[in-house]
């Protein structure tokens, strides 16, 4: 997903509640660091701004000088799709299990599988308007 997104020339950033060093030491490890900036991390010592709080992806839209209409976040949780839309941004809920398809009826686009993600990012790309989730 992250080579994908570069290739297509869209910036990537990291929204996580995980620390920031978790998620930089993963991205080392599988050579993807160099393609990702900023990585926002879970903040110290403060659980309020964990997603749902749309800080953190907010200021992921700061560091990246785009409009949150311009972003679409990729999450697993509920939480993801709530930061994701509180701060304006689309969201893709990637359902890892099979239970979480009927839970994302809030996403935007639903992937069970993390090699439909570039797809599913034309429809609410940064250069096309959001499209409504399908059923």
Known sequence: MILGAHARGLPVAVVSNNSATAIEAYLTAHDL?????????????????????????????RALGVAPGRCTLVGDSLSDIEAAHAAGAAAIGFANRA????????????????????DALSPVSPVSPVSPKTD
């Open 33 to 61: 660091a160099t393609y990702v900036a900023p990585i926002i991390g879970r903040a110290y010592a403060d659980p309020r701004r964990m997603k749902p709080n749309p800080g953190p992806v907010l200021d992921a839209v």
């Open 99 to 118: 239970e979480k398809i009927d839970a994302f009826t809030t996403a935007d686009v639903v992937v069970t599988s993390m090699a439909d993600i570039p």
